[in-house]
């Protein structure tokens, strides 16, 4: 078997995922219930409201995708950067869940480079405030400002209702 069952009843399936598979509820549910950083933030703080955040600090055309940027996490799961580099099969994987998720939302099929700036941007915001302190430079952070706002990690009901409020905002004229 190489299916799940996902929230809203459909067979998701990892050998071959299909647009028609993907069900915005279903990537609601599971980035709501997601926890960013392997869980080791010092709150719960859901992929859902970090997505929702990234919708919010790219302009109006790129906003549908950064709130979207992280869906394949509803199925895959949120691996830390580090391991996943170390996981080729699981990127593959990845990749194909994504093409079938930009694909069903009519997304670019490469992730543009301005929702790629909005992520480091709210990884630099979330290490300052949901992170532990730690003096350790990440590399991929040199250079880069935190947002000014300070992030306040919502439970997982709320994130998820704010992710749909946000999906509701962005595709009302469009779907």
């Known amino acids: 078997m190489t299916w799940i069952l996902t929230n809203s009843g459909k067979h998701f399936d990892y050998a071959d995922p299909q647009p028609d598979q993907i069900d915005i509820l279903d990537i609601a549910q599971g980035l709501a219930n997601e926890c960013r950083y392997a869980g080791q933030c010092r ?3 859901s992929v859902a409201q970090h997505s929702t955040l990234a919708s919010q600090i790219v302009s109006h055309e790129h906003a549908l995708e950064a709130l979207l940027h992280d869906a394949s ?3 895959c799961k949120d691996i830390p950067r580090p391991l996943k580099h170390m996981l ?6 990845e990749h194909r869940v994504e093409a079938a998720i930009r694909e069903r939302f009519r997304l670019p099929a490469a992730m543009s480079q301005q929702v790629k700036w909005a992520d480091v941007i709210l990884l630099a915001t979330e290490r300052r405030d949901l992170m532990p302190a730690d003096k350790t430079p990440w590399p991929v952070l040199e250079g880069v400002s935190p947002l000014e706002r300070k992030i306040m990690a919502a439970h997982a009901g ?3 209702s704010l992710f749909l409020k946000r999906w509701v905002e962005l595709t009302r004229d469009h779907h």
């Not at 080729?88 to 994987?93: M, R, S, T, W």
């Open 88 to 93: 080729p099969d699981y990127q593959a994987i």
């Open 43 to 45: 709150v719960f703080y």
């Open 73 to 75: 996490e509803a199925y």
């Open 158 to 160: 709320r994130a998820q």
